[in-house]
């Protein structure tokens, strides 16, 4: 049996450094995820007027109810989906100027959404150049409050800005969500918010969230249930064992739910208190699969669609569209150059397993961090293993994968 011990959570730690950041007090994270997306988020923070002190193994932040110390300052978000999307709703509850913009890739990523919503709260923002998208400015005098409206169809993740952001506000916030997808990163968000000091009623489809601010706190951030995931599918591919400590009953993550997916393919799987552990059988079997919820470990399972026994059909992941690549076209461009047969609808993607993969193929990353880290699972089965044009963009949430990977995969090969 293998351990792997796997990195914080991306989601959490970003997470984490908002509220520390919006908490009275000063805050400390232990074991935070430091990678490009985290490092970019706290670099933000800094630039903001935050203090931000940092070792190996926890950072603190002195929180500032009131809004960014600084009132003038200009933020690159780097590649960091939650970067682009919290700061600037954290911005918008200070005074001052804030302009934000981010990587050609994540300038592509929607935002308006988000925007639009913060605007009918009455905050003063621009869009510079594409309206939706960054580069923005933020003219900010606090939010007052109240009622909006939220489509979340595209991410959690502007629902989650919203309510980290209700506590700031003066009158707190009633939030009408319609189409929400990746919900359980939604419950990721009300539950960290609780151990920062505040409770959210939901009605329905309305989030309620009261004024008064959070307080500062310890936080110890879990590792992430993304990122476990392609260790889960390995050992689901190569008939082997991995544990991952520090994940199991009472995870905030539900990424988790992935080796659910693995146990109905045939794996075993066993999650206790003190972490989750993945055994292969020999047997992996196709299925028919809703990821809606867990749409971030569609592209694990594409990769080790083509060792199924029959075909694999995921389905209602319109959402990977629009991460920092289609994921669904890329799944399904990547497959093709194995020699897998695919099939690809708006929200859905199907592989029928057969032959063999080709031997030694190039991956075609996109600059996607997940579609490297699923595809060096294929690689584990491919003949020759794979290839990847732009393997370095693990960095921007683990920048050590290749390395733990291979360390990993050496005695399950």
Not at 160 to 181: E, F, M, Q, S
Not at 299 to 320: C, H, K, M, Q, Y
Not at 332 to 358: F, S
């Amino acid at each position: 049996m293998a351990v792997v011990d796997i990195p914080g959570s991306k989601s959490i730690t970003a997470r984490a450094l908002f509220l520390a950041a919006a908490a009275d007090g000063v805050t400390t994270l232990v074991r935070p995820l430091r990678s490009d997306d985290t490092e970019g988020f706290a670099e933000g923070l800094t630039r903001l007027g935050y203090r931000v002190g940092r070792t190996p193994h926890a950072w603190q932040i002195d929180g500032r109810p009131q809004g960014p110390a600084a009132t003038d300052a200009d933020v690159y978000c780097r590649d960091g989906a939650t970067t682009a999307r919290f700061l600037p709703t954290l911005a918008a509850a200070g005074h001052g100027t804030y302009r934000f913009d981010a990587s050609p890739q994540m300038r592509r990523r929607p935002l308006l959404p988000l925007t639009r919503a913060l605007r009918d709260l009455g905050v003063d923002l621009r869009h510079e150049e594409a309206e939706g998208h960054h580069p923005l400015r933020i003219d900010a005098a606090g939010v007052e409050g109240g009622d909006v409206m939220l489509d979340a169809g595209q991410s959690s993740q502007y629902l989650t800005a919203l309510l980290l952001l209700g506590p700031l506000t003066r009158k707190g916030l009633r939030i009408h969500v319609t189409d929400l997808v990746s919900a359980p990163y939604v419950e990721i968000t009300l539950a960290m918010m609780r151990t920062f000091g505040v409770s959210v009623r939901r009605e329905g489809e309305v989030f309620v969230v009261p004024p008064g601010g959070y307080r500062a706190t310890t936080y110890a951030i879990e590792p992430d249930a993304s990122t476990a995931s392609y260790f889960f599918a390995a050992a689901a591919v190569t008939g082997r064992e991995v544990t991952v400590p520090g994940l199991g009953t009472g995870a905030l993550q539900g990424d988790l739910g992935f080796v659910d997916v693995l146990r109905r393919m045939g794996a075993r799987v066993e999650v206790g208190s003190g972490g989750t552990t993945v055994a292969g059988t020999g047997e992996l079997r196709g299925l028919t699969v809703n990821m809606r919820d867990i749409s971030d470990t569609m592209p694990t399972l594409a990769a080790i669609a083509p060792f199924a026994s029959g075909p694999v059909r995921i389905e209602d992941v319109a959402n990977t569209r629009v991460k920092e690549c289609d994921r669904l076209d890329a799944c399904a461009e990547n497959l093709r150059r194995l020699g897998v047969g695919v099939r690809t609808g708006a929200d859905w993607i199907e592989i029928h397993p057969g032959a063999d993969p080709v031997p030694g193929a190039e991956i075609k990353t996109y600059g996607d961090h997940r579609i490297v880290m699923s595809f060096a699972v294929t690689g584990l089965r491919a003949p020759g293993g794979v290839s990847f044009d732009d393997p370095g963009c693990v960095r921007k949430t683990f920048p050590a994968f290749h390395e733990t990977f291979a360390a990993w995969a050496g005695p399950l090969g």
